[in-house]
Structure formats: structure tokens, C-alpha cells
């Protein structure tokens, strides 16, 4: 990325539930692990073994760490698109301006047409999605006929640095 940046977005899980839902689980498997593994009390009706509730535990704190540390970056150059879906992407892919045929931003349902969030595959040709919140998207569209999605949260932003590098192309 050794142009000039004209846009940059990074964007997190930030769905309220999303977070209740993994407290709520690693609560759950804490209490457990220190009612039955310290405190020597079985954990429910029919309690999994120590070993057991330990390695649950972990792995679910593990999956929480996980989804603190998952982050879209969007770049956008005069030489392309850079994205980066942490910790799927390490590196940067980019996407220069010659390879596609349309880029524009979009309105879309992650529910209906990809799934949810995350890194997704649509249904019926939608193409890939990397998303983390929201309804707004880069929609890109290449030369060999594959699409790719990229979620925003500055859907307006995102617009007029297309617009000012000349490529906002429907």
C-alpha cells in the first residue's frame, strides 16, 4: 500500500446480543468449573467429567478471545481496494481498479442473502461477503464475473472516495 490512502474503515463484532450470548456460555461453563472441579459439588443432573468441563471451558474462552480479536479493514488507494478479515486474512488482499467491472455501495440483508455475518458465501450467486454489522456494503464486481461484498458503516464516506477516484461504477 504504498499510495496515497483515501479511505479507511476498521470495523469489529459489536452486536449487543452477540456479546450477551458469549458471556452468558462462559459464565456458565466458570461456574460450573469452580462449583464442580474447586468446590466438589456436581455441575447439573448429569455432569460432564472434570476433564471434560475444564477443556469445554477453555474452548469456550477461547472462542470469546477469538471473536474480541475478529476485525475488518477496509483501504482504498488511487491503485485499488485492500481488505484484511482478521484472523482469516493476515496479509492485505488487493484488488486494483483493472480487475473489476463495478463498484458501488449497497444496501443488502445479511440474513437473506449471505447467511449472517462474518465471512459468508451468498446464496444464488451473491458471491462472498465479509461483514462484521450493519446493512451497507461495497459491492464489487470483477472481470471474471465473481462478487465480493465488503460491509461498511460509511456508506457516504465510501461513496465519494469512489467517486473521487472515478470508479463508482453500478
Known sequence: MANEVLFTESQKFKQWWLWLI??????????GLFKQVIGG?????KPMSNVGLIVTTVLTIVLTILFVNFRLDTTITKDGIYVRFFPFHLKFKHYSWDSLT?????????????????????LFGKGTAYNVSGDKGLQLEFTDKKKLLIG?????????????VGQLNQ
Open 152 to 164: 461498511t458503516n460509511k456508506p457516504d464516506e465510501l461513496t465519494e472516495t469512489l467517486k473521487k
Open 102 to 122: 463495478k463498484s458501488y455501495v449497497r444496501q443488502y440483508s445479511p440474513l437473506t442473502e449471505y447467511g449472517g455475518w462474518g465471512l459468508r458465501l451468498g
Open 41 to 45: 459439588q456436581q455441575f447439573g443432573d
Open 22 to 31: 458469549l458471556l452468558g456460555i462462559n459464565g456458565l461453563f466458570l461456574f
